[in-house]
Each structure stands twice: as structure tokens, then as C-alpha cells.
């Protein structure tokens, strides 16, 4: 990740991803126990898929931008890659900011620490000092409506309470680029709805936001433009109602693509 032009807080440059299929591990076993018994073992064929292919697009402060496609199209793998979890193949990504994704909720949790402990660790790692966190605690559980359990490790925590715990925190800390992906299937309707109104509220805070999503009416209600991904490859970048259509015409199962 670097810094780059002040105007765009976001600009990927033909990224291309890649992930290798086959196995390597025990590769150098077999072929020791296939020389021990006199047996030639062949290694196993490694298949390269090229999941993200000259993507590339910018991203203006104050903009949110909507990310979407079928199930395998990359959305995912783009926003990890902005997230800097997955390197890229090639090309460039520049991203500006404090960057908070809130994808896989909970997975960052330390399973042994309570729920109160985790809050404080994740403020530590986005350095954020103790003192600052101490006056977010009280807000962050009451959001997260598990009170009684907040003191109790998280091991202990359905996946339920974890991504309550988890969104929370996400975003409560001030976050300069919202990385989001596909949060609001997690929780019952009534916590779903309190998600997108703190949602709302904060696409106009940050910086930026880009946000995976297959719900079609929330990407047209909260983002000002659309990136349509098939395949890996951007195939629409534009308003997100002609984005949306765009998507339904031509990348759906009985789309023209």
C-alpha cells in the first residue's frame, strides 16, 4: 500500500490476482516414501486461477462505491486485496487513509479474552490509545447489545455475538476507508436495520467506502457508483441504478455474458 494522489483515496492500476490450486505440502514425503518402496511418485500438477484481471479504477474522497456480481466474480478478492490481506499478481494499488475492513467479522477475535479484553486489543492494533478507547467501550457494548456476555471470553460467543461485537468495533473507531463485505446477511432483521443506519451515517463521515453486497436495493441506497465484476474483469463502472441493470441483463444466468 502507498500514498497517492490527494484527489483519489483510492486508484488501483490493472491489478491482476492470482491463486495457485494443488497441493505442495507432503510433495517431498511422497516422493521420499516412493524412493523407499522403489515407486516413482508423480508431483502434483499446480493450476494457477487468475481471480482479479486488469482491474482498475479510482475512487474520489467522500464516494462510496458498491461492488457487484455473481458468486466467483472477485468481489471478495477485491476488497482483500484493498485491505492488503491478499498481495496482487501485478499492477497497483494505492489506498490513502486509515483502512477498517469489516469483513469476516469476529475472525480477528482472541478467542481466550473476553469480549471487553478484544475490544481494547482491537483499538491497539488500529492505534488507537487506551484512554480514547476507554470512552468508546460503553457505546460500542451497548451497540452490540450483548452486555451480559461482555466480560465473558469469546470462545464462548455464538458467530452471532461475534459479528455484533465485531461490527461495533468496526465502526466506532473512526475509520477513514470502510471496507465492507456482505455484513448485513449476519443478525436477526431488527439488528440488520440498526447496521445500515449506522451505515448511513458513516458513509458520510469517511473518506471513502466500498462495500460488496448482493442486495441490489442497499448498493443503489448507499453508494454513488457501481463496479459490475464477471469473471474477474470489470465489465461496468457507472451510476449504481444503471450498474444494477446492467448486472441483471447481462451477468445473471441467463445473461449475455
Known amino acids: 500500500m502507498e500514498q497517492r494522489l490527494k484527489s483519489h483515496v483510492i486508484e488501483v ?14 510433495t517431498l514425503l511422497k516422493q521420499k516414501l516412493g524412493n523407499l518402496f522403489s515407486q516413482k511418485v508423480k508431483p502434483p500438477k499446480v493450476e494457477h486461477i487468475r481471480a482479479l484481471s486488469n482491474v482498475s ?19 471478495s478478492t477485491l476488497l482483500k486485496t484493498l485491505a492488503g490481506i491478499i498481495p496482487p499478481k501485478s499492477g497497483n494499488v494505492f489506498v490513502r487513509g486509515k483502512v477498517v475492513p469489516l469483513i469476516n467479522l469476529g475472525a480477528g477475535f482472541n478467542p481466550e479474552l473476553t469480549g471487553r479484553e478484544n475490544i481494547f486489543l482491537a483499538g491497539a492494533i488500529h492505534r488507537i490509545p487506551k484512554k480514547v478507547m476507554e470512552t468508546k467501550v460503553r457505546e460500542i457494548v451497548r451497540f452490540s447489545e450483548i452486555e451480559r456476555f461482555i466480560d465473558t471470553p469469546v470462545k464462548y460467543y455464538s458467530s452471532g455475538m461475534m459479528v455484533r ?19 448485513f446477511a449476519a443478525g436477526d432483521a431488527f439488528f440488520r436495520r440498526k447496521c445500515e443506519t449506522r451505515m448511513r451515517k458513516l458513509v458520510g463521515k469517511a473518506r471513502a467506502m466500498v462495500m460488496v453486497s448482493h442486495s441490489m436495493p442497499l448498493i443503489q441506497d448507499l453508494c ?22 446492467y448486472y441483471l441483463e447481462n451477468c445473471g444466468d441467463s445473461g449475455k455474458l
Request: aromatic content about 6%; proline content about 3%; charged content about 25%.
Open 57 to 75: 479504477f479510482k475512487l474520489s474522497e467522500g464516494r462510496a462505491l458498491g461492488v457487484i456480481g455473481a458468486n466467483g466474480a472477485g468481489k
Open 13 to 26: 492500476q490493472h491489478l491482476a490476482v492470482e491463486f495457485q490450486l494443488g497441493r505442495r505440502h507432503g
Open 165 to 183: 461485537l465485531g461490527f461495533a468495533i468496526a465502526t466506532d473507531i473512526d475509520p477513514d476507508i470502510l471496507l465492507v463485505d456482505e455484513i
Open 224 to 245: 454513488h457508483e457501481v463496479l459490475v465484476l464477471h469473471r474477474g474483469k470489470v465489465v461496468y463502472h457507472g451510476k449504481p441504478r444503471n450498474a444494477v441493470q
